[in-house]
């Protein structure tokens, strides 16, 4: 079995540039970004290939259109608000529903990719909230 952390083994899309200063700053580490799918006048769909460094992960979030992930690479974290966290491994499926409270992210001690789909951009931008603090985040390890 490959070493998780090893995302040479693991990449199947191109891994992208550093999250631009206008997503980064939801971020607790450092992220990289990938826009597979942008929407157009006829799909209303975005695709975006996002990778975590290890400890990265997002601010707490919602998605008035709703969102999917698709685990590709590494081990990382989804939780919702009230709920408590899912460990994610390649090949596991998120669906989130429109508002609902969530942040994701790396491991400590791994990458973490995923494909992000938003499940419809006409219904609006994602709401994006509070960090997940440390305290939160160092309970999961």
């Not at 460990?87 to 942040?103: A, F, Q, R, S, T």
Request: hydrophobic share 40%; glycine share 10%; aromatic share 10%.
């Amino acid at each position: 079995m490959a070493n998780e952390n090893d995302l040479s083994k693991s990449v199947i899309f191109p891994i992208g540039e550093k999250a631009p200063e206008a997503f980064a700053k939801y971020f607790i580490g450092t992220s990289y970004l990938n826009f597979l799918v942008v929407p157009s006048d006829t799909l209303k769909q975005l695709i975006g290939n996002v990778t975590f460094e290890p400890g990265c992960r997002n601010n707490w979030h919602s998605h008035p259109g709703g969102q999917i992930l698709l685990v590709t690479g590494g081990r990382g974290w989804y939780q919702e608000e009230g709920k408590p966290a899912q460990e994610l491994h390649p090949g596991d499926v998120v669906e989130i529903l429109p508002n609902v409270k969530h942040w994701h992210g790396a491991a400590a001690d791994n990458w973490f990719v995923h494909l992000a789909i938003e499940g419809d951009v006409t219904a609006g931008p994602a709401v994006w909230m509070e960090p997940v603090t440390d305290e939160e985040y160092n309970k999961l390890i």
